[in-house]
């Protein structure tokens, strides 16, 4: 049985050093018992040491490289959907700012068996609270190393993978604007009274999982400790943050030290508006390895 961990990437080779770094860790520390296959897409202009890091990467993978600069949603959309037509069941979305916890694998290993009517098995939530042990059923959906069931992605994403969606911001928000018309009776719809903007890949899955729980009762399983690590303090939509060094080794040592606080990384993003950094918590090295999902 093959899946897929699709790996977006661009010009931020120090975060995705130490993305491969942890995924590999991971890997290491449990196998989940599919063939995962990696599949980058690299966006036009990927710096070399970019290219590098993809070249040497140890596991089963395949590129798609980018002849002209897509731009986020294009991008991404489109490597859903390549990475899809290859994978039996689901995909990984691993971008290049995102460390897994060593549990990462064990914790969707654990999930994925578990007979759960899903859209999307999350490792992530904003609180960060409560026992390691369980879950709960939500519907938000973040970019943040999620695993995307594949009838979830066929029957209510890769319908809006069109030119019309991706390459036009007036349709899109005619498309999400649409959404919040046909839902906005119902409270499971979270942008039923904020209905335009959020439209980039993210936002539109995030809007997407609302619907396919409308309509199918498929849920988000998410956590209440994360098994992931946001580190992308800049990027498309915080541009105010750069790595000091003069070499990619002494940013890559410095980037190092700047995740253990993310005070640091709040200060150095200047995008005070997003609230999604958050270092590991020593309860996972406390994890037994169970998980129990919380009544509703």
Known sequence: MNNVILRPVFDRPEMLYLSLEYEKAAREYFSLKDELVTVFIIEHGSP???LELVDNYPYTSTKIKRKEKFGLSKNILLGMRDAFDISDNYVIHLEDDILLHKTYFQYMDILLNMGLN?????????KDEGSVND?????HYAALAPLIDKGFFEDYVEPCIT??????????????????KKYQDNELYK???NPGGHNEQAGLINKLVDVSLIEEEKWVIQPFINRQ???GYFGKNRPGGKIPGKSFEDRLKNLREIIKDPNRMYQLSAAKQYNDYLAFSPKLEEWNGTLYLKKD
């Open 135 to 139: 879950i709960y059923k939500g519907h």
């Open 229 to 231: 690590q946001h580190i």
């Open 118 to 126: 899903y859209s999307v098995l999350s490792p992530f939530n904003k």
């Open 191 to 193: 942008y039923r009274n």
């Open 48 to 50: 070399d040491k970019t």
């Open 163 to 180: 030119p019309v969606y991706y390459e036009n911001y007036a349709s899109r928000d005619r498309f999400v604007r649409a959404l919040a």
